[in-house]
């Protein structure tokens, strides 16, 4: 037997005997467990779930085991995430910390902020948030303001970030500073990493069209924070910045799979509210409609997997990557689209008078809107697969 083989099987039995039945199926925002020093479990079995997983590494499966992962290389992660797939399994931690700040502190990061930052990250002891957007800086996010002042082996922080995801309940945010305002733009930014219980820390949630306070507005009051937790060097941090922003966009280019949501398809709605013949959706229209979708989804992942195939063999073209972001959250959105028109009226759902299912169809068409936000616009996408992909000039 190859020892991939061995090695499948090894997790396939590991998650089949420790998975409990429960968690092998897409989590409700209300069953998600995040890690922080407030961590909660929505049941016995999420938290069951989440310490084996602790135990073994498996939050990080691909970190190394010293910083609290299981060590796996590629090809293991691959089968492991293939594995956990196959058996439904949910993640038993979510947190920034794990796909945005936790690979930034390894590829950027001192031996001793390694060492500070990624167990606890592992372990779900901490929970991170990006401050990297301001009032006057999203798509030019490189105009930031806000400002940290150099004084003795501390910088003293003033100024407010804005759409900084979950900061409410965050214990430690990763944010862009200017340290040099006569600088280029780029070149006068700095990556520092510090608490959000910090003394002149305060965020104020902003509530969102779908009722929910997802995101907030911090700021920040004369904060202090060593110097010595700057990630990378003071004036360099727009080199990191932008790694962390190419782990944002790979994370959402696959949010079918990452995204929380009802569960429901383009082609379960047809057949509920359009009719169905022998599994068939009766309205032709919307029948090849649907088909469309199920295409267009079907060569995304293939796509996908054909990327990281050719990437473990070495022979893969990086740019290619850059796509997966705009493509995965314009599909998205298409793709509520369609069951809002299929559901009619029923995707209209608010308060009483409409199922969960249909509140919840509302919310996800809704919330599909903000990932081609989040993270980079489309706009920002296309100008940046022409530019980067492509060749183009830029005028
Ligand atoms: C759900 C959600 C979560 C978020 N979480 C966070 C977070 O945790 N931390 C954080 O720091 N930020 C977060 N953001 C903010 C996000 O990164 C910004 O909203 C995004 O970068 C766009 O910036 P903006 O909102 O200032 O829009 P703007 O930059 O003002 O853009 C407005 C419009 O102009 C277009 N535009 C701007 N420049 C160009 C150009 N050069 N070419 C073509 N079109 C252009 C844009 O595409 C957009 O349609 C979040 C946003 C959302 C929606």
Known sequence: MSDSKAFRQEIRAWLEENCPESMRSKAKPEEQVWGGRNIQFPSEDARVWFERCVEKGYCVPDWPKEY????????????????????????PQVNL??????????????????????????????RWCQGY???????????????????????VINGSKIWTSYADHSDWIYCLVRTDSDAPKHNGITFLLFDMASEGVEAKPIELITGETHFCQTFFDNVR?????????????????????????????????????????????????LGDE????????????????????????MSQQRMIDEYMQGIGDPRIAMIFKYVGTEEEKSKYELMVKMAGEHSLGWGEGYTENEIQMTKDWMGAKTHSIAGGTSEIQLNIIAKRALGLPEK
């Open 133 to 155: 957007s301001e009032p006057g800086a999203g798509s030019d996010l490189a105009g930031l303001q806000c400002k940290a002042e150099s004084d003795g082996d501390e910088y």
């Open 68 to 91: 609290g992962g299981a060590g796996f290389d590629q090809k293991q992660t691959r089968i492991f995430q293939q594995e956990m797939t196959r058996l439904n399994c949910r993640p």
């Open 278 to 301: 022998d599994g068939r959706v009766t309205d032709e229209v919307f029948r090849h409609a649907i088909a469309k979708h199920e295409v267009q989804r079907r060569g995304l992942e």
């Open 97 to 126: 910390g794990i796909w945005m700040a936790g690979p930034a502190i390894l590829e950027f990061g001192t031996e001793e902020q390694k060492r500070e930052h990624l167990p606890k990250i592992a372990r779900g002891e901490i």
């Open 225 to 273: 924070v060593p110097k010595k937790n700057a990630l990378g060097e003071e004036n360099k941090g727009w080199t990191v910045a932008k790694r962390v922003l190419e782990f944002e966009r790979d994370m959402m280019s696959d949010m079918e799979s990452t995204a929380v949501n009802s569960g429901q398809s383009p082609r379960s709605i047809g057949q509920k509210f």
